[in-house]
């Protein structure tokens, strides 16, 4: 690669990240504050091995709540790949007893909220699965104050998660991911008989 190639590159790296820190702050101001209200605390995220550069940073919140029944309430505030500036919000509830994954089962404590058997997930347009963000317009950059409107408006819609959470019922913004049981069954490479 050529200078001015890397120095492109670099400049390109260094807008996306500036957006997307702007977007970080307006969550942790407007957003995180939401769930501390409804009984969530944040807890940090053990790294179990070197993080690759498409994902570092993906997943700066991850917020649990006790239930009443023993089980544990799991909210993931899960941000693009890249650096870019748009996020969703994944939740989970589990069960006292812990859930079985494809690497076996695993105790509420051991568990993230996205990527289970059977989890939610909140987007601006769940039909198409498209994240929270901003459009960039070629005249105008967005700017914290936009990126705060987005926060405060997506601080509207975690009544639905609540309702995910506690009733298993859909909001408009909300989507459910169930993976078939039998799918996460590793089969032993033998064709079924006819």
Same mark, same amino acid.
């Given at each position: 690669?050529?200078?001015?190639?890397?120095?492109?590159?670099?400049?390109?790296?260094?807008?996306?990240?500036?957006?997307?820190?702007?977007?970080?702050?307006?969550?942790?101001?407007?957003? !995180?504050?939401?769930? $501390?209200?409804?009984?969530?605390?944040?807890?940090? =995220?053990?790294?179990?091995? @070197?993080?690759? %550069? *498409?994902?570092?940073?993906?997943?700066?919140?991850?917020?649990?709540?006790?239930?009443?029944?023993?089980?544990?309430?799991? !909210?993931?505030?899960? $941000?693009?790949?890249?650096?870019?500036?748009?996020? =969703?919000?994944?939740?989970? @509830?589990?069960? %006292? *007893?812990?859930?079985?994954?494809?690497?076996?089962?695993?105790?509420?404590?051991?568990?993230?909220?996205?990527?289970?058997?059977?989890?939610?997930?909140?987007?601006?347009?769940?039909?198409?699965?498209?994240?929270?963000?901003?459009?960039?317009?070629?005249?105008?950059?967005?700017?914290?104050?936009?990126?705060?409107?987005?926060?405060?408006?997506?601080?509207?819609?975690?009544?639905?998660?609540?309702?995910?959470?506690?009733?298993?019922?859909?909001?408009?913004?909300?989507?459910?991911?169930?993976?078939p049981q039998h799918a996460a069954v590793p089969t032993s490479g033998v064709a079924?008989?006819?």
């Amino acid at each position: 690669m050529s200078f001015d190639k890397l120095h492109v590159r670099s400049a390109k790296e260094h807008k996306l990240r500036k957006h997307k820190d702007l977007l970080l702050q307006s969550v942790q101001s407007h957003i !995180v504050p939401v769930f $501390f209200q409804q009984g969530f605390s944040v807890v940090p =995220r053990v790294q179990s091995g @070197p993080t690759d %550069r *498409e994902s570092a940073g993906t997943v700066p919140f991850e917020l649990r709540r006790a239930r009443p029944d023993g089980g544990i309430d799991l !909210v993931e505030i899960q $941000f693009m790949t890249y650096q870019r500036a748009a996020f =969703r919000i994944n939740a989970c @509830p589990v069960p %006292r *007893e812990g859930m079985m994954t494809l690497g076996g089962h695993r105790n509420p404590e051991q568990l993230h909220a996205g990527g289970l058997h059977d989890h939610f997930e909140m987007y601006a347009s769940p039909r198409w699965r498209s994240w929270f963000s901003l459009w960039f317009w070629r005249f105008r950059m967005p700017v914290k104050s936009d990126y705060d409107k987005l926060a405060l408006r997506v601080a509207g819609f975690l009544p639905e998660v609540e309702l995910a959470l506690r009733e298993a019922k859909l909001g408009p913004h909300m989507r459910r991911i169930t993976i078939p049981q039998h799918a996460a069954v590793p089969t032993s490479g033998v064709a079924p008989s006819r």
